[in-house]
């Protein structure tokens, strides 16, 4: 019986299958869009909130640790609090903005060690354009590697 199993399975066992990588989404694309969410995310980050943006900068220099226990305790108690809310059905009207917020500190967060990081790498010179450019390349050639990105 189990030998008429495995002929039975041989084919689906033999077989290649081309699993889209990303959800769906090639690398590439992937890489696209961490850079260009990187590049407008820093852009309104630089333009709108400037003594913020070198502020949170300036933090991620002082104290690396602290800035990355900080914000990632804070993500993983949004995505704890976030399921346990869905999971209470009344509580998915509130979840679901939850996420969102958690989303968009994310990105701000991700933004701004990326602009840190190439503030550090280029340097600034009274302009955040060159550094935003690199922040967005980072993160885009991150999200190349398949390892991680915005």
Known sequence: MLESLLVALDPVVQSSVDLPQAGGRSLFA??????????????LLVAIVPDYTERMVAAVFDEPLTSFLYGFGSLV??????VLLVLT?????VALPLMLAAYLVWAVGATVAFLALSDRLVGRDGSWLKPLV????????????GIGGL
């Open 89 to 93: 059905l009344v509580g998915i009207l």
């Open 77 to 82: 108690g949004l995505l704890v609090v976030s």
């Open 30 to 43: 992937g890489a696209i869009t961490s850079f260009f969410s990187t590049l407008v995310v820093g852009g």
């Open 134 to 145: 690199v922040a967005a390349g980072l993160n885009g050639c991150l999200a190349l590697t």
